[in-house]
């Protein structure tokens, strides 16, 4: 996941002085109605990758247990054949 720190924030100006121009009251809407997309798709990217994170940690934690299994299995069928 991209940190938000210290990154380029690309909806602001790129210098704290400089104006974005005139709009007009209904572009002015437009560009706040992008703007709280924007942040919903931010939100929902967060919570997507925090949902993918926990995926891989349980399918990790099952894939732990299906090796120790299969090892307990082997080192059993070792003793066995001995």
């Keep these: 996941m991209r940190s938000l720190v210290g990154s380029k924030c690309l909806w602001r100006s790129k210098t704290k002085g400089?104006?974005?121009g005139i709009l007009t009251q209904r572009s002015e809407l437009g560009v706040m109605q992008?703007?709280?997309?924007?942040?919903?798709?931010?939100?929902?990217h967060r919570e997507?990758?925090?949902?993918?994170?926990e995926r891989v940690r349980t399918v990790?934690?099952?894939?732990?247990?299906?090796?120790?299994?299969?090892?307990?299995?082997?080192?059993?069928a070792a003793v066995g054949s001995a």
């Design 18 to 20: 400089q104006q974005r």
């Design 34 to 44: 992008l703007q709280d997309l924007l942040i919903e798709r931010f939100v929902e």
């Design 48 to 53: 997507a990758v925090r949902r993918a994170r």
């Design 60 to 76: 990790e934690a099952q894939i732990d247990s299906l090796l120790r299994e299969k090892e307990e299995i082997e080192k059993w």
